[in-house]
């Protein structure tokens, strides 16, 4: 039954290297978002996305890009992954309007060494 | 700019009392969205309830309820007869008001709760 599929768990990378996070939906929702949780801060917005190549940056895009090809499908990206990326990364779904809440993927916690 | 503002880091309660998570929220919006989530330590959110700004009574959701305190700009949640189960995070959070139907949220920083046997 779940609906917001994160490719991974936990994951672990090096300084530098080029990281993908994947996110997948199957309840043809508009909205996808990507945030990221540290304690303390809570969840802060990276990138969202409400249509098919459409994205826009969040409240803390810097380091980040984004793909979305497919309505189904949203990709975070890491281009230089660094120490201070690590974080648990949690991905969101919803439909267009402005009562409904979010699906959340079951996060992936991203440790850069 | 628009915040929410949980100012109990952590929180204890015994099982089967009731207990009061706290958030307020800045807006100059007359139309918005109130959420509550919870978030278990294995990680995934869990949507709670929901609060309209024009809604005129509280929201309920079987145990949980909302004391939406509109004037006050606050919006508790309240979880009676707590139970074990009930230990997780605790996060509010609102509806950004861009003007649009992306229904971006913003969060607060997230309320620890424990419950005592």
Same mark, same amino acid.
């Given at each position: 039954?779940?609906?917001?599929?994160?490719?991974?768990?936990?994951?672990?990378?090096?300084?530098?290297?080029?990281?993908?996070?994947?996110?997948?939906?199957?309840?043809?929702?508009?909205?996808?978002?990507?945030?990221?949780?540290?304690?303390?801060?809570?969840?802060?917005?990276?990138?969202?996305?409400?249509?098919?190549?459409?994205?826009?940056?969040?409240?803390?895009?810097?380091?980040?890009?984004?793909?979305?090809?497919?309505?189904?499908?949203?990709?975070?990206?890491?281009?230089?992954?660094?120490?201070?990326?690590?974080?648990?990364?949690?991905?969101?779904?919803?439909?267009?309007?402005?009562?409904?809440?979010?699906?959340?993927?079951?996060?992936?916690?991203?440790?850069?060494? | 700019?628009?915040?929410?503002?949980?100012?109990?880091?952590?929180?204890?309660?015994?099982?089967?009392?009731?207990?009061?998570?706290?958030?307020?929220?800045?807006?100059?919006?007359?139309? =918005?969205? /109130?959420?509550?989530? !919870?978030?278990?330590? +294995?990680?995934?959110?869990?949507?709670?309830?929901? #609060?309209?700004?024009?809604?005129?009574?509280?929201?309920?959701?079987?145990? =949980?309820? /909302?004391?939406?305190? !509109?004037?006050?700009? +606050?919006?508790?949640?309240?979880?009676?007869?707590? #139970?074990?189960?009930?230990?997780?995070?605790?996060?509010?959070?609102?509806?950004?008001?861009?003007?649009?139907?992306?229904?971006?949220?913003?969060?607060?920083?997230?309320?620890?709760?424990?419950?005592?046997?």
């Amino acid at each position: 039954d779940v609906k917001v599929t994160q490719s991974s768990r936990y994951l672990v990378k090096r300084t530098g290297e080029k990281v993908f996070l994947e996110c997948v939906q199957d309840m043809d929702h508009e909205n996808m978002f990507w945030y990221r949780q540290d304690p303390g801060l809570g969840l802060r917005l990276i990138y969202f996305s409400y249509d098919v190549k459409m994205k826009e940056k969040g409240d803390i895009p810097e380091g980040y890009s984004v793909s979305r090809e497919k309505k189904e499908r949203f990709s975070l990206i890491l281009e230089s992954a660094s120490t201070n990326q690590t974080s648990m990364y949690l991905c969101a779904s919803s439909p267009s309007g402005r009562t409904y809440g979010y699906t959340f993927g079951s996060g992936t916690r991203l440790t850069v060494v | 700019a628009q915040k929410i503002t949980q100012t109990q880091p952590g929180m204890f309660v015994q099982e089967k009392e009731a207990v009061t998570l706290d958030c307020t929220y800045d807006t100059s919006d007359q139309s =918005y969205g /109130l959420f509550w989530y !919870k978030q278990p330590s +294995s990680g995934e959110m869990i949507f709670l309830i929901y #609060q309209g700004s024009y809604d005129e009574q509280n929201a309920t959701e079987g145990r =949980y309820s /909302l004391n939406f305190q !509109k004037a006050r700009k +606050s919006a508790n949640l309240v979880i009676s007869a707590s #139970q074990l189960g009930d230990s997780a995070m605790y996060f509010c959070a609102m509806r950004e008001a861009d003007g649009g139907a992306t229904n971006k949220l913003i969060f607060g920083t997230g309320t620890l709760l424990a419950v005592q046997p």
